[in-house]
């Protein structure tokens, strides 16, 4: 599990000063760039080490309650699912202890041929170990 922090800014917001709807997907990817961040881990990083990058390939949200300027917004995230060439991100979004969302990224595991494109591959067991 990786935890991490936001402090919303008005430009996060609608004219209400309520989050605007998609920056929560920004935030879910944000977190997921820091937690590999805290293991040494980029995009590059994997790309170097592994040949591979993990794309999206579904995400979806829920939203209990609105975060407003100038919250912290505490977003917990936890690999729910391993799949062979997937896996899933479950993200609960939360403002003074209370919970105002959820959500999921899917991600492949994708390997990067010389060519640059992306394949398919099954996600390698170090990589696994890491996130545990």
């Known amino acids: 599990m990786f935890e991490t922090a936001?402090?919303?800014?008005?430009?996060?917001c609608d004219e209400?000063?309520?989050?605007?709807y998609p920056n929560y997907f920004y935030w879910f990817d944000c977190t997921w760039q820091r937690w590999l961040r805290s293991h040494g881990l980029s995009q590059r990083e994997l790309k170097r080490r592994f040949g591979s990058v993990t794309p999206l390939?579904?995400?979806?949200?829920?939203?209990?309650?609105?975060?407003?300027?100038?919250?912290?917004?505490?977003?917990?995230a936890e690999v729910a699912e391993w799949q062979e060439r997937r896996f899933r991100i479950d993200y609960k979004l939360s403002v003074r202890n209370v919970q105002i969302a959820s959500g999921f990224e899917q991600r492949a595991w994708a390997a990067v041929?010389?060519?640059?494109?992306?394949?398919?591959?099954?996600?390698p067991q170090e990589f696994k170990d890491m996130l545990r």
């Not at 936001?6 to 996060?12: A, H, R, V």
């Not at 390939?57 to 917990?76: N, S």
């Not at 041929?113 to 996600?123: I, K, N, Q």
Request: glycine share 14%.
């Open 6 to 12: 936001f402090t919303i800014e008005w430009g996060d």
């Open 16 to 20: 209400a000063g309520i989050v605007f």
């Open 57 to 76: 390939v579904k995400v979806g949200a829920q939203f209990m309650g609105p975060a407003r300027y100038d919250d912290e917004l505490t977003i917990r």
């Open 113 to 123: 041929t010389d060519m640059g494109e992306l394949r398919g591959a099954s996600v």
